[in-house]
Protein backbone atom coordinates (compact mmCIF):
# COMPACT_ATOMS: atom_id res chain seq x y z
CA UNK A 1 0.00 0.00 0.00
CA UNK A 2 1.22 3.48 -0.97
CA UNK A 3 1.44 5.91 1.49
CA UNK A 4 -0.92 8.26 0.17
CA UNK A 5 -3.62 5.37 0.21
CA UNK A 6 -3.43 5.67 3.95
CA UNK A 7 -4.63 9.62 3.23
CA UNK A 8 -8.41 8.62 2.53
CA UNK A 9 -8.34 5.47 4.52
CA UNK A 10 -7.45 7.98 7.48
CA UNK A 11 -10.94 9.92 7.05
CA UNK A 12 -12.88 6.63 5.78
CA UNK A 13 -12.02 4.39 8.51
CA UNK A 14 -14.20 6.05 11.19
CA UNK A 15 -17.16 7.25 8.69
CA UNK A 16 -17.74 3.64 7.79
CA UNK A 17 -17.27 2.60 11.71
CA UNK A 18 -19.77 4.99 12.29
CA UNK A 19 -22.17 3.70 9.89
CA UNK A 20 -21.79 -0.11 11.00
CA UNK A 21 -22.42 0.95 14.77
CA UNK A 22 -25.73 3.08 13.75
CA UNK A 23 -26.87 0.00 11.83
CA UNK A 24 -25.22 -2.96 14.09
CA UNK A 25 -25.63 -1.48 17.11
CA UNK A 26 -29.31 -1.56 17.34
CA UNK A 27 -29.22 -5.61 17.88
CA UNK A 28 -25.70 -5.91 19.42
CA UNK A 29 -25.27 -6.20 23.26
CA UNK A 30 -23.70 -3.44 25.04
CA UNK A 31 -20.52 -5.45 25.49
CA UNK A 32 -20.71 -5.71 21.52
CA UNK A 33 -20.98 -2.30 20.86
CA UNK A 34 -18.42 -1.24 22.95
CA UNK A 35 -15.93 -3.79 21.36
CA UNK A 36 -16.88 -2.66 17.72
CA UNK A 37 -16.44 1.01 18.41
CA UNK A 38 -12.87 0.03 20.24
CA UNK A 39 -11.71 -1.55 16.97
CA UNK A 40 -12.46 0.96 14.89
CA UNK A 41 -11.23 3.31 16.82
CA UNK A 42 -8.03 1.00 17.04
CA UNK A 43 -8.09 1.14 13.68
CA UNK A 44 -7.95 4.65 12.70
CA UNK A 45 -4.59 5.04 15.36
CA UNK A 46 -3.03 2.54 13.99
CA UNK A 47 -4.08 3.65 9.95
CA UNK A 48 -2.61 7.46 10.82
CA UNK A 49 0.81 6.00 13.13
CA UNK A 50 1.64 3.96 9.78
CA UNK A 51 0.83 7.63 8.11
CA UNK A 52 2.92 9.12 10.37
CA UNK A 53 5.41 7.17 10.91
CA UNK A 54 5.84 7.02 6.49
CA UNK A 55 5.85 10.79 6.43
CA UNK A 56 9.35 12.14 5.75
CA UNK A 57 9.85 14.97 8.17
CA UNK A 58 10.93 17.54 6.02
CA UNK A 59 7.80 16.85 3.32
CA UNK A 60 4.35 15.89 2.53
CA UNK A 61 2.73 13.35 1.03
CA UNK A 62 -0.08 13.96 -1.29
CA UNK A 63 -3.47 12.13 -2.40
CA UNK A 64 -5.72 13.52 -5.03
CA UNK A 65 -8.61 11.11 -4.88
CA UNK A 66 -9.51 9.64 -7.81
CA UNK A 67 -6.95 10.58 -9.54
CA UNK A 68 -8.08 13.90 -10.38
CA UNK A 69 -4.20 15.40 -9.95
CA UNK A 70 -3.58 19.09 -11.24
CA UNK A 71 -3.11 19.95 -14.86
CA UNK A 72 -1.42 22.98 -15.43
CA UNK A 73 -1.57 23.92 -11.99
CA UNK A 74 -5.34 23.79 -11.81
CA UNK A 75 -7.35 20.86 -10.50
CA UNK A 76 -11.01 20.08 -9.40
CA UNK A 77 -10.33 17.19 -7.55
CA UNK A 78 -10.42 16.28 -3.82
CA UNK A 79 -6.64 16.53 -2.49
CA UNK A 80 -5.76 15.48 1.43
CA UNK A 81 -2.49 16.67 2.29
CA UNK A 82 -0.15 15.04 5.38
CA UNK A 83 2.99 16.71 6.75
CA UNK A 84 4.59 16.03 10.38
CA UNK A 85 2.25 18.43 11.81
CA UNK A 86 -0.81 17.93 9.91
CA UNK A 87 -0.95 14.11 10.01
CA UNK A 88 0.09 13.91 13.86
CA UNK A 89 -2.91 16.30 14.90
CA UNK A 90 -4.61 13.84 13.46
CA UNK A 91 -3.41 11.06 14.95
CA UNK A 92 -3.62 13.46 18.49
CA UNK A 93 -7.24 13.24 17.54
CA UNK A 94 -7.36 9.60 17.02
CA UNK A 95 -5.82 8.46 19.83
CA UNK A 96 -8.12 10.58 22.44
CA UNK A 97 -11.27 9.40 20.50
CA UNK A 98 -10.02 5.91 21.61
CA UNK A 99 -9.16 7.21 24.76
CA UNK A 100 -12.57 8.87 25.24
CA UNK A 101 -13.96 5.35 23.86
CA UNK A 102 -12.71 2.96 26.72
CA UNK A 103 -13.56 5.98 28.92
CA UNK A 104 -17.31 5.82 28.00
CA UNK A 105 -17.49 1.83 28.55
CA UNK A 106 -20.34 1.49 30.78
CA UNK A 107 -20.21 5.26 31.43
CA UNK A 108 -23.94 5.64 29.39
CA UNK A 109 -26.60 3.59 30.81
CA UNK A 110 -27.78 3.37 26.55
CA UNK A 111 -30.54 0.88 25.78
CA UNK A 112 -30.57 -1.49 22.93
CA UNK A 113 -32.61 -0.91 20.15
CA UNK A 114 -33.08 2.27 18.09
CA UNK A 115 -31.01 4.33 19.84
CA UNK A 116 -28.10 1.89 20.27
CA UNK A 117 -24.53 2.68 19.78
CA UNK A 118 -25.76 5.87 18.73
CA UNK A 119 -22.92 7.85 21.03
CA UNK A 120 -20.01 5.75 19.70
CA UNK A 121 -21.05 6.40 16.15
CA UNK A 122 -21.37 10.16 17.01
CA UNK A 123 -18.15 9.85 18.30
CA UNK A 124 -16.64 8.08 14.94
CA UNK A 125 -18.46 10.64 12.71
CA UNK A 126 -16.72 13.74 15.15
CA UNK A 127 -13.30 11.89 14.43
CA UNK A 128 -13.96 11.72 10.60
CA UNK A 129 -14.78 15.67 10.83
CA UNK A 130 -11.87 16.36 12.47
CA UNK A 131 -9.09 14.04 10.96
CA UNK A 132 -10.45 15.32 7.59
CA UNK A 133 -9.85 19.19 8.41
CA UNK A 134 -6.37 18.23 9.56
CA UNK A 135 -5.59 16.75 6.40
CA UNK A 136 -7.80 18.52 3.44
CA UNK A 137 -5.47 20.54 1.41
CA UNK A 138 -9.28 22.51 -0.30
CA UNK A 139 -10.76 25.15 1.44
CA UNK A 140 -14.31 24.25 0.62
CA UNK A 141 -13.56 20.93 1.32
CA UNK A 142 -12.39 22.19 5.14
CA UNK A 143 -15.62 23.85 4.96
CA UNK A 144 -17.82 20.97 4.53
CA UNK A 145 -15.52 19.15 7.61
CA UNK A 146 -15.40 21.91 10.02
CA UNK A 147 -19.54 21.73 9.55
CA UNK A 148 -19.19 17.71 9.88
CA UNK A 149 -17.37 18.72 12.97
CA UNK A 150 -19.47 21.15 14.26
CA UNK A 151 -23.07 19.33 13.74
CA UNK A 152 -21.55 16.35 15.41
CA UNK A 153 -20.12 18.54 18.32
CA UNK A 154 -23.75 19.96 18.38
CA UNK A 155 -25.44 16.59 19.20
CA UNK A 156 -22.78 15.64 21.36
CA UNK A 157 -23.52 18.27 23.63
CA UNK A 158 -26.82 18.01 23.97
CA UNK A 159 -26.70 14.37 23.82
CA UNK A 160 -28.80 13.72 27.28
CA UNK A 161 -32.22 15.28 25.40
CA UNK A 162 -34.13 14.71 28.51
CA UNK A 163 -32.58 17.94 30.54
CA UNK A 164 -33.05 21.18 28.69
CA UNK A 165 -29.68 22.56 30.42
CA UNK A 166 -27.76 20.65 27.63
CA UNK A 167 -30.09 21.57 25.06
CA UNK A 168 -29.53 25.36 25.93
CA UNK A 169 -25.84 25.11 25.53
CA UNK A 170 -25.51 22.89 22.59
CA UNK A 171 -28.23 25.07 21.03
CA UNK A 172 -25.56 28.38 21.53
CA UNK A 173 -22.85 26.19 20.38
CA UNK A 174 -24.34 25.62 17.16
CA UNK A 175 -25.85 28.73 16.58
CA UNK A 176 -22.59 30.48 17.32
CA UNK A 177 -20.29 28.22 15.51
CA UNK A 178 -22.90 27.84 12.29
CA UNK A 179 -22.99 31.71 11.85
CA UNK A 180 -19.08 31.44 12.18
CA UNK A 181 -19.02 28.61 9.53
CA UNK A 182 -21.18 30.49 7.26
CA UNK A 183 -18.69 33.70 7.32
CA UNK A 184 -16.02 31.28 5.99
CA UNK A 185 -18.21 30.37 3.36
CA UNK A 186 -18.91 34.04 2.30
CA UNK A 187 -14.80 34.49 2.61
CA UNK A 188 -14.68 31.40 0.53
CA UNK A 189 -17.02 31.86 -2.33
CA UNK A 190 -14.81 35.69 -2.38
CA UNK A 191 -11.70 34.05 -3.04
CA UNK A 192 -13.14 31.93 -5.34
CA UNK A 193 -14.38 34.64 -7.52
CA UNK A 194 -11.56 36.78 -7.32
CA UNK A 195 -9.27 33.61 -8.18
CA UNK A 196 -11.64 30.59 -9.67
CA UNK A 197 -9.67 27.73 -7.43
CA UNK A 198 -10.68 26.12 -3.98
CA UNK A 199 -7.67 24.53 -2.89
CA UNK A 200 -5.58 25.98 -0.59
CA UNK A 201 -2.41 25.70 -2.56
CA UNK A 202 -3.96 26.90 -5.93
CA UNK A 203 -5.59 30.36 -4.18
CA UNK A 204 -1.83 30.79 -2.88
CA UNK A 205 -0.38 30.64 -6.41
CA UNK A 206 -3.24 32.99 -7.89
CA UNK A 207 -2.84 35.43 -5.61
CA UNK A 208 0.58 35.87 -5.99
CA UNK A 209 1.01 35.29 -10.04
CA UNK A 210 -2.26 38.44 -9.65
CA UNK A 211 0.64 40.30 -7.77
CA UNK A 212 3.52 39.33 -9.80
CA UNK A 213 0.82 40.65 -13.06
CA UNK A 214 0.64 44.18 -10.99
CA UNK A 215 -2.81 43.90 -9.23
CA UNK A 216 -1.70 45.00 -5.71
CA UNK A 217 -3.58 43.61 -3.09
CA UNK A 218 -7.31 45.05 -3.16
CA UNK A 219 -10.14 44.81 -0.16
CA UNK A 220 -11.74 41.61 -1.48
CA UNK A 221 -8.65 39.83 -0.33
CA UNK A 222 -8.24 41.97 2.92
CA UNK A 223 -12.27 41.13 3.75
CA UNK A 224 -11.61 37.66 2.29
CA UNK A 225 -9.56 36.79 4.85
CA UNK A 226 -11.23 38.55 8.23
CA UNK A 227 -14.12 36.03 7.00
CA UNK A 228 -12.62 33.17 6.25
CA UNK A 229 -10.29 32.78 9.63
CA UNK A 230 -13.86 33.71 11.19
CA UNK A 231 -14.70 30.01 11.23
CA UNK A 232 -11.35 28.70 12.49
CA UNK A 233 -11.20 31.66 15.45
CA UNK A 234 -14.94 30.82 17.47
CA UNK A 235 -13.90 27.33 16.78
CA UNK A 236 -10.63 28.16 18.71
CA UNK A 237 -12.61 30.07 21.22
CA UNK A 238 -10.40 33.17 20.37
CA UNK A 239 -11.62 35.98 22.57
CA UNK A 240 -14.51 37.44 22.09
CA UNK A 241 -15.69 34.58 19.92
CA UNK A 242 -15.11 31.99 23.18
CA UNK A 243 -17.87 32.86 24.82
CA UNK A 244 -20.20 29.58 23.77
CA UNK A 245 -17.12 27.09 25.07
CA UNK A 246 -17.54 27.28 28.85
CA UNK A 247 -21.41 27.32 28.26
CA UNK A 248 -21.20 23.90 26.17
CA UNK A 249 -18.83 22.52 28.55
CA UNK A 250 -20.97 23.06 31.42
CA UNK A 251 -23.35 20.68 30.52
CA UNK A 252 -21.45 18.16 27.90
CA UNK A 253 -21.20 14.48 29.43
CA UNK A 254 -17.30 14.24 30.68
CA UNK A 255 -16.24 12.09 27.92
CA UNK A 256 -17.22 14.94 25.18
CA UNK A 257 -15.79 17.62 27.08
CA UNK A 258 -12.94 15.06 27.11
CA UNK A 259 -12.67 15.78 22.77
CA UNK A 260 -13.74 19.70 22.51
CA UNK A 261 -10.85 20.61 25.09
CA UNK A 262 -8.56 18.33 24.54
CA UNK A 263 -8.20 18.34 20.41
CA UNK A 264 -11.04 20.41 18.82
CA UNK A 265 -10.17 23.87 19.95
CA UNK A 266 -6.86 23.36 19.16
CA UNK A 267 -7.68 22.25 15.76
CA UNK A 268 -9.28 25.99 15.30
CA UNK A 269 -5.35 27.32 15.64
CA UNK A 270 -4.58 25.11 13.11
CA UNK A 271 -6.84 26.03 10.68
CA UNK A 272 -5.77 29.50 11.30
CA UNK A 273 -2.22 28.98 10.88
CA UNK A 274 -2.64 26.79 7.85
CA UNK A 275 -5.04 28.88 6.06
CA UNK A 276 -3.35 32.14 6.48
CA UNK A 277 0.06 30.45 5.60
CA UNK A 278 -0.57 28.71 2.51
CA UNK A 279 -3.45 31.06 1.39
CA UNK A 280 -2.59 34.44 2.48
CA UNK A 281 1.31 34.27 3.37
CA UNK A 282 2.34 35.36 -0.09
CA UNK A 283 3.14 38.43 -1.93
CA UNK A 284 -0.63 37.99 -3.20
CA UNK A 285 -2.19 38.37 0.52
CA UNK A 286 -1.37 40.31 3.73
CA UNK A 287 1.88 41.43 5.10
CA UNK A 288 3.58 39.12 7.47
CA UNK A 289 3.87 42.29 10.37
CA UNK A 290 0.48 42.85 10.03
CA UNK A 291 -0.87 39.09 10.41
CA UNK A 292 2.10 38.41 13.04
CA UNK A 293 0.69 41.54 15.75
CA UNK A 294 -3.13 40.93 14.74
CA UNK A 295 -2.64 37.31 16.21
CA UNK A 296 -0.55 38.43 18.62
CA UNK A 297 -2.99 40.79 20.43
CA UNK A 298 -5.84 38.27 20.13
CA UNK A 299 -3.57 35.85 21.54
CA UNK A 300 -2.62 37.56 24.08
CA UNK A 301 -6.13 39.03 25.22
CA UNK A 302 -7.82 35.29 24.94
CA UNK A 303 -4.95 34.16 27.48
CA UNK A 304 -5.38 36.81 29.87
CA UNK A 305 -9.60 36.53 29.99
CA UNK A 306 -9.87 32.82 29.97
CA UNK A 307 -7.03 32.89 32.79
CA UNK A 308 -8.84 35.79 34.85
CA UNK A 309 -12.69 34.33 34.38
CA UNK A 310 -10.60 30.32 34.96
CA UNK A 311 -9.65 31.75 38.93
CA UNK A 312 -13.03 33.10 38.98
CA UNK A 313 -15.44 29.63 38.75
CA UNK A 314 -16.40 27.03 41.46
CA UNK A 315 -17.97 25.07 38.53
CA UNK A 316 -15.21 22.28 37.64
CA UNK A 317 -15.86 21.99 33.87
CA UNK A 318 -16.85 25.93 33.69
CA UNK A 319 -13.14 26.05 35.17
CA UNK A 320 -11.61 23.79 32.98
CA UNK A 321 -13.07 25.13 30.17
CA UNK A 322 -11.69 29.03 30.50
CA UNK A 323 -8.35 27.04 31.22
CA UNK A 324 -8.62 25.96 27.87
CA UNK A 325 -9.65 29.55 26.84
CA UNK A 326 -6.46 30.69 28.55
CA UNK A 327 -3.89 27.98 26.82
CA UNK A 328 -5.56 28.55 23.55
CA UNK A 329 -4.44 32.33 23.80
CA UNK A 330 -0.70 30.81 24.30
CA UNK A 331 -0.91 28.46 22.01
CA UNK A 332 -2.34 31.86 19.15
CA UNK A 333 0.36 33.58 20.65
CA UNK A 334 2.99 30.45 19.37
CA UNK A 335 1.35 30.63 16.08
CA UNK A 336 1.14 34.07 15.48
CA UNK A 337 4.72 34.65 15.42
CA UNK A 338 4.56 32.76 12.03
CA UNK A 339 8.00 31.56 12.79
CA UNK A 340 9.52 27.55 13.24
CA UNK A 341 10.46 28.10 16.77
CA UNK A 342 6.77 29.49 17.80
CA UNK A 343 5.25 26.44 15.97
CA UNK A 344 6.98 24.20 17.44
CA UNK A 345 6.51 25.01 20.55
CA UNK A 346 2.86 25.52 19.84
CA UNK A 347 2.72 21.87 18.60
CA UNK A 348 4.64 20.59 21.51
CA UNK A 349 2.16 22.63 24.07
CA UNK A 350 -0.85 21.09 22.01
CA UNK A 351 0.12 17.71 21.86
CA UNK A 352 0.74 17.80 25.84
CA UNK A 353 -1.93 20.03 26.98
CA UNK A 354 -4.43 17.00 25.52
CA UNK A 355 -3.89 14.73 27.68
CA UNK A 356 -3.76 17.00 30.84
CA UNK A 357 -6.98 18.45 29.80
CA UNK A 358 -8.99 15.43 28.96
CA UNK A 359 -7.49 13.60 31.95
CA UNK A 360 -8.62 16.46 34.11
CA UNK A 361 -12.44 15.97 32.53
CA UNK A 362 -12.21 12.54 32.92
CA UNK A 363 -11.67 12.90 36.46
CA UNK A 364 -14.30 15.18 37.15
CA UNK A 365 -16.45 13.46 35.14
CA UNK A 366 -15.68 10.39 38.31
CA UNK A 367 -17.03 13.00 40.60
CA UNK A 368 -20.04 13.83 38.85
CA UNK A 369 -20.11 9.84 38.60
CA UNK A 370 -19.94 9.53 42.69
CA UNK A 371 -21.59 12.62 43.76
CA UNK A 372 -23.99 14.38 41.15
CA UNK A 373 -21.68 17.20 41.43
CA UNK A 374 -18.55 19.67 40.10
CA UNK A 375 -19.65 22.57 42.51
CA UNK A 376 -15.82 23.49 44.16
CA UNK A 377 -17.66 24.78 46.93
CA UNK A 378 -20.09 22.18 47.57
CA UNK A 379 -18.43 19.12 47.39
CA UNK A 380 -15.72 20.41 49.91
CA UNK A 381 -13.90 17.67 51.66
CA UNK A 382 -16.63 14.85 50.35
CA UNK A 383 -13.79 13.05 48.26
CA UNK A 384 -11.20 12.28 50.42
CA UNK A 385 -11.50 8.57 49.81
CA UNK A 386 -10.91 9.00 46.26
CA UNK A 387 -6.79 9.19 46.61
CA UNK A 388 -6.09 8.14 43.39
CA UNK A 389 -7.92 10.51 41.16
CA UNK A 390 -6.96 13.21 43.91
CA UNK A 391 -3.32 12.50 43.31
CA UNK A 392 -3.90 12.31 39.59
CA UNK A 393 -5.89 15.94 39.36
CA UNK A 394 -3.20 17.30 41.17
CA UNK A 395 -0.77 16.05 38.92
CA UNK A 396 -2.95 17.41 35.93
CA UNK A 397 -3.39 21.10 38.00
CA UNK A 398 0.89 20.89 38.28
CA UNK A 399 0.77 19.90 34.40
CA UNK A 400 -1.58 22.91 33.46
CA UNK A 401 0.41 24.95 35.37
CA UNK A 402 3.83 24.36 33.34
CA UNK A 403 5.71 21.95 35.80
CA UNK A 404 8.79 20.31 34.29
CA UNK A 405 9.12 17.56 33.23
CA UNK A 406 5.52 17.76 31.26
CA UNK A 407 5.14 17.48 27.88
CA UNK A 408 3.08 21.35 28.60
CA UNK A 409 5.95 22.59 30.43
CA UNK A 410 8.24 22.03 27.15
CA UNK A 411 5.87 23.58 25.07
CA UNK A 412 5.49 26.39 27.12
CA UNK A 413 9.07 26.63 27.14
CA UNK A 414 9.86 26.56 23.52
CA UNK A 415 6.85 28.79 22.66
CA UNK A 416 7.89 30.75 25.85
CA UNK A 417 11.25 31.50 24.35
CA UNK A 418 10.28 32.07 20.54
CA UNK A 419 8.05 35.06 22.07
CA UNK A 420 10.75 36.44 24.59
CA UNK A 421 13.04 36.70 21.00
CA UNK A 422 10.20 39.18 19.56
CA UNK A 423 8.82 40.59 22.25
CA UNK A 424 10.35 40.98 25.83
CA UNK A 425 7.14 40.80 27.61
CA UNK A 426 5.52 37.93 26.37
CA UNK A 427 7.02 35.04 28.74
CA UNK A 428 5.89 37.00 31.57
CA UNK A 429 2.04 36.39 30.09
CA UNK A 430 2.81 32.63 29.52
CA UNK A 431 3.93 32.27 33.43
CA UNK A 432 0.57 34.42 34.59
CA UNK A 433 -1.55 32.44 32.73
CA UNK A 434 0.10 29.10 33.54
CA UNK A 435 -0.07 30.34 37.12
CA UNK A 436 -3.42 31.37 37.66
CA UNK A 437 -5.19 28.56 35.48
CA UNK A 438 -3.01 25.31 37.39
CA UNK A 439 -3.30 27.33 40.50
CA UNK A 440 -7.66 27.76 40.42
CA UNK A 441 -7.39 23.71 39.21
CA UNK A 442 -4.84 22.86 42.10
CA UNK A 443 -7.21 25.09 44.54
CA UNK A 444 -10.46 22.96 43.66
CA UNK A 445 -8.23 19.92 43.91
CA UNK A 446 -7.06 20.72 47.60
CA UNK A 447 -10.71 21.64 48.48
CA UNK A 448 -12.42 18.35 46.76
CA UNK A 449 -10.12 15.85 47.34
CA UNK A 450 -8.46 16.93 50.84
CA UNK A 451 -10.57 19.42 52.39
CA UNK A 452 -8.13 21.93 52.93
CA UNK A 453 -9.47 24.78 54.50
CA UNK A 454 -12.56 26.27 55.82
CA UNK A 455 -15.92 25.80 53.58
CA UNK A 456 -15.58 28.52 51.44
CA UNK A 457 -18.78 30.60 51.96
CA UNK A 458 -21.11 32.27 49.16
CA UNK A 459 -20.61 35.78 47.72
CA UNK A 460 -23.20 37.92 47.07
CA UNK A 461 -22.40 38.50 43.64
CA UNK A 462 -20.94 34.93 42.35
CA UNK A 463 -22.29 34.09 39.07
CA UNK A 464 -25.45 30.89 39.86
CA UNK A 465 -23.43 28.78 37.64
CA UNK A 466 -21.92 26.96 40.79
CA UNK A 467 -22.06 22.84 39.46
CA UNK A 468 -24.61 21.87 42.07
CA UNK A 469 -27.93 19.41 41.33
CA UNK A 470 -26.20 18.37 38.03
CA UNK A 471 -28.00 15.10 36.44
CA UNK A 472 -25.63 12.40 37.24
CA UNK A 473 -24.18 10.92 33.97
CA UNK A 474 -24.10 7.13 35.49
CA UNK A 475 -27.76 6.06 36.79
CA UNK A 476 -26.15 3.93 39.20
CA UNK A 477 -23.79 5.55 41.38
CA UNK A 478 -23.72 3.37 44.10
CA UNK A 479 -21.94 0.70 41.68
CA UNK A 480 -18.41 0.16 41.57
CA UNK A 481 -16.10 2.39 39.66
CA UNK A 482 -15.27 1.59 36.79
CA UNK A 483 -11.81 0.78 36.28
CA UNK A 484 -11.54 2.55 32.83
CA UNK A 485 -12.73 5.83 34.21
CA UNK A 486 -9.34 6.04 36.47
CA UNK A 487 -6.93 3.91 33.91
CA UNK A 488 -8.12 6.39 31.06
CA UNK A 489 -6.88 9.90 32.79
CA UNK A 490 -3.72 7.90 33.74
CA UNK A 491 -2.53 6.99 30.80
CA UNK A 492 -3.72 10.59 29.51
CA UNK A 493 -1.17 12.36 32.25
CA UNK A 494 1.73 9.64 31.39
CA UNK A 495 0.87 10.69 27.43
CA UNK A 496 1.93 14.45 28.89
CA UNK A 497 5.12 13.37 30.73
CA UNK A 498 6.20 11.14 27.77
CA UNK A 499 6.05 14.74 25.68
CA UNK A 500 8.26 16.25 27.89
CA UNK A 501 10.90 13.46 28.54
CA UNK A 502 11.08 11.70 25.46
CA UNK A 503 13.52 13.73 22.85
CA UNK A 504 11.61 12.22 19.62
CA UNK A 505 8.76 13.52 19.91
CA UNK A 506 10.00 17.17 20.30
CA UNK A 507 12.64 16.63 17.39
CA UNK A 508 9.67 14.87 14.99
CA UNK A 509 7.57 17.92 16.05
CA UNK A 510 10.13 20.87 15.51
CA UNK A 511 11.05 18.93 12.11
CA UNK A 512 7.17 18.82 11.30
CA UNK A 513 6.99 22.87 12.06
CA UNK A 514 9.93 23.61 9.55
CA UNK A 515 8.03 21.80 6.96
CA UNK A 516 4.81 23.90 7.96
CA UNK A 517 6.35 27.13 7.48
CA UNK A 518 7.82 25.89 4.15
CA UNK A 519 4.93 27.68 2.09
CA UNK A 520 6.94 26.88 -1.33
CA UNK A 521 7.53 23.74 -0.42
CA UNK A 522 3.84 22.78 0.18
CA UNK A 523 2.96 24.62 -3.00
CA UNK A 524 5.57 22.63 -4.86
CA UNK A 525 4.52 19.42 -3.64
CA UNK A 526 0.84 19.83 -3.77
CA UNK A 527 1.09 21.10 -7.69
CA UNK A 528 3.66 18.40 -8.60
CA UNK A 529 6.53 20.51 -8.98
CA UNK A 530 10.25 20.66 -7.58
CA UNK A 531 10.72 22.43 -4.02
CA UNK A 532 13.84 23.83 -2.53
CA UNK A 533 14.98 22.25 0.49
CA UNK A 534 13.69 23.07 3.88
CA UNK A 535 15.07 25.29 6.37
CA UNK A 536 17.18 23.48 9.47
CA UNK A 537 14.51 22.49 12.30
CA UNK A 538 14.53 24.33 15.45
CA UNK A 539 15.47 23.36 19.04
CA UNK A 540 12.31 21.86 20.86
CA UNK A 541 13.85 20.77 24.13
CA UNK A 542 14.62 21.70 27.71
CA UNK A 543 16.70 24.52 28.37
CA UNK A 544 17.90 26.20 31.87
CA UNK A 545 15.72 29.18 31.06
CA UNK A 546 12.87 27.29 30.13
CA UNK A 547 13.00 24.73 33.20
CA UNK A 548 13.76 28.00 35.90
CA UNK A 549 10.01 29.66 33.89
CA UNK A 550 8.57 26.44 34.19
CA UNK A 551 9.24 26.02 37.88
CA UNK A 552 8.18 29.39 38.45
CA UNK A 553 4.77 29.26 37.02
CA UNK A 554 4.32 25.69 38.89
CA UNK A 555 5.61 27.43 42.23
CA UNK A 556 3.02 30.35 41.68
CA UNK A 557 -0.29 28.13 41.29
CA UNK A 558 0.67 26.36 44.19
CA UNK A 559 1.29 29.76 45.98
CA UNK A 560 -2.28 30.90 44.53
CA UNK A 561 -4.38 27.89 45.65
CA UNK A 562 -2.90 27.61 49.67
CA UNK A 563 -3.59 31.05 49.63
CA UNK A 564 -6.91 31.32 48.15
CA UNK A 565 -7.87 27.98 50.44
CA UNK A 566 -6.41 29.58 53.76
CA UNK A 567 -7.76 32.90 52.92
CA UNK A 568 -10.44 33.89 55.58
CA UNK A 569 -13.64 34.64 53.40
CA UNK A 570 -14.89 38.46 53.01
CA UNK A 571 -17.90 39.76 51.67
CA UNK A 572 -16.24 42.71 49.93
CA UNK A 573 -13.45 41.27 48.00
CA UNK A 574 -12.29 44.92 47.38
CA UNK A 575 -12.23 47.56 44.36
CA UNK A 576 -9.70 45.24 42.00
CA UNK A 577 -12.71 43.22 41.36
CA UNK A 578 -15.19 45.42 41.37
CA UNK A 579 -13.54 47.27 38.94
CA UNK A 580 -12.07 45.08 36.61
CA UNK A 581 -13.54 41.34 37.25
CA UNK A 582 -16.94 41.75 38.23
CA UNK A 583 -17.39 43.91 35.11
CA UNK A 584 -15.67 41.08 33.05
CA UNK A 585 -17.71 37.95 34.75
CA UNK A 586 -21.27 39.76 33.49
CA UNK A 587 -20.06 40.22 30.29
CA UNK A 588 -20.73 35.92 30.22
CA UNK A 589 -24.35 36.64 30.23
CA UNK A 590 -25.29 33.03 28.89
CA UNK A 591 -27.87 35.39 26.50
CA UNK A 592 -27.63 33.78 22.86
CA UNK A 593 -28.42 37.45 21.55
CA UNK A 594 -25.09 38.71 23.21
CA UNK A 595 -22.77 36.34 22.07
CA UNK A 596 -24.08 36.90 18.10
CA UNK A 597 -22.92 40.47 18.88
CA UNK A 598 -19.67 39.93 20.36
CA UNK A 599 -19.25 37.93 16.83
CA UNK A 600 -20.19 40.97 14.92
CA UNK A 601 -17.97 42.97 17.56
CA UNK A 602 -14.87 40.86 17.07
CA UNK A 603 -14.96 40.45 13.20
CA UNK A 604 -15.57 44.35 12.87
CA UNK A 605 -12.57 44.62 15.35
CA UNK A 606 -10.21 42.12 13.27
CA UNK A 607 -11.08 43.69 9.98
CA UNK A 608 -9.76 47.59 11.78
CA UNK A 609 -6.87 46.36 13.00
CA UNK A 610 -5.84 44.34 9.75
CA UNK A 611 -6.85 47.57 7.55
CA UNK A 612 -5.11 50.34 9.96
CA UNK A 613 -1.81 48.92 9.41
CA UNK A 614 -1.87 48.34 5.55
Known amino acids: MNVSDLLPLAVAIPLLGAAVLAVAGRWLPRLGRDVLATTWAAADVVCLSLLWARTSPDG ?90 GAVAYALTGYRIEDPRPLHGALAFGLVNSAAAYLSLLGIGLLYARTGELGLAQIGTALDERA ?83 LLAAGVLTALVGSVMCWQQRHLKRMLAFSTVGHVGLFLVGAALLTPAGLAGAAVYMAGHAGAKAALFGLTGVLLDRYGSVDEHGL ?147 LGQPGAPVAAAPDAWWTASGVALGLLSALLAAGFATAAVRRVPRRDTGGLYRAAVLPLRRLHSGLLGDYAAWLAVGLAALLVAVTAQL
Open 380 to 526: HGRARELRVPGVLFALGALALAGLPPFGTGLGKAVTEEAAGRELGWLPAVFVLVSALTGGAVLRAGLRVFGGVGAPPSEHPEVAATTGEGEEPEIRSADRRLPTPMLAVPGLLLAGCLAVGVLPGVGRALAAGAAAFADRAGYLADV
Open 60 to 149: REVSWLGGWSPRGGHSVGIVLVADRLGSGLALLVAVLVLAVICYAWRYFDEPSGEHGGMFPALLLLFEAGMCGFALTGDLFDAFVFFELM
Open 212 to 294: AAGHGRDTLVVVAFVLVLAGPLVKAATAPFHFWLPDAHAVAPSPVCMLLSGVMVELGVYGVARIHRVVFGGVGGLPEAVVRDT
